[in-house]
Antibody, heavy 123, light 110 residues
Framework: QLQLQESGPGLVKSSETLSLTCTVSGGSISSSRDYWGWIRQPPGKGLEWIGSMYYSGTTYYNPSLKSRVTISVDTAKNQISLKVTSVTAADTALYYC???????????????WGQGIQVTVSS | QSVVTQPPSASGTPGQRVTISCSGSSSNIESNYVSWYQQLPGTAPKLLIYRNNQRPSGVPDRFSGSKPGTSASLAISGLRSEDEANYYCAAWDDSLSGWVFGGGTKLTVL
């Protein structure tokens, strides 16, 4: 059974960089059929896709965050990482990593999710 | 403001059938598979329906999805108190090369 576990600091100061790691167990992130990515949920609000990465290195980012976000993978450690620079209070959210199924021309469903990690940006 | 639209709330009594709609555009809902996610209070979203109308193993057949045309729907029959949750639809967006989510629908079981 695939499991995803997010980790990282729960408190980040405004203008600094948010860094999170997602450790995958029970499967390999080097699968050609998978996207690996991040989704966030501000308090009391809905889900927002941040970005996804294909194991070959191809990345896709939400245009609203693209200038501040980097997603990378470490295949040796079976981990996916997220960095968000110049954070503000608007980046306070529950951050989830998730596996997306890759179709021939598009993504399909997000079938496995981590439990999420709360990140608060403080001034 | 989401590019994919869901009603913010829905409700029903135990045993009833409720439906939740999801509409988008030609770059997402109309041209790609729709998936639905159930988020119980304090938990991570869980895949409920994938590829428009498929149920993952373990999801009761009370839950069904459809995409008859340019929009999608989630139907829950035989409503139970434990179905009270937030429900999100999602689809790949060809313009974004990523997923877009509906704003979510809070289902209340009266």
């Amino acid at each position: 059974q695939l499991q995803l576990q997010e980790s990282g600091p729960g408190l980040v100061k405004s203008s600094e960089t948010l860094s999170l790691t997602c450790t995958v167990s029970g499967g390999s992130i080097s699968s050609s059929r998978d996207y690996w990515g991040w989704i966030r949920q501000p308090p009391g609000k809905g889900l927002e896709w941040i970005g996804s990465m294909y194991y070959s290195g191809t990345t896709y980012y939400n245009p609203s965050l693209k200038s501040r976000v980097t997603i990378s993978v470490d295949t040796a450690k079976n981990q996916i990482s997220l960095k968000v620079t110049s954070v503000t209070a608007a980046d306070t959210a529950l951050y989830y990593c998730a596996r997306g199924i890759r179709g021939r021309y598009s993504g399909y469903e997000l079938d496995y999710w981590g439990q999420g990690i709360q990140v608060t940006v403080s001034s | 403001q989401s590019v994919v639209t869901q009603p913010p709330s829905a409700s029903g009594t135990p045993g009833q059938r409720v439906t939740i709609s999801c509409s988008g555009s030609s770059s997402n809902i109309e041209s790609n598979y729709v998936s639905w996610y159930q988020q119980l209070p304090g938990t991570a979203p869980k895949l409920l329906i994938y590829r428009n109308n498929q149920r993952p193993s373990g999801v009761p057949d009370r839950f069904s999805g459809s995409k008859p045309g340019t929009s999608a729907s989630l139907a829950i029959s035989g409503l139970r108190s434990e179905d009270e949750a937030n429900y999100y639809c999602a689809a790949w967006d060809d313009s974004l090369s990523g997923w877009v989510f509906g704003g979510g629908t809070k289902l209340t079981v009266l």
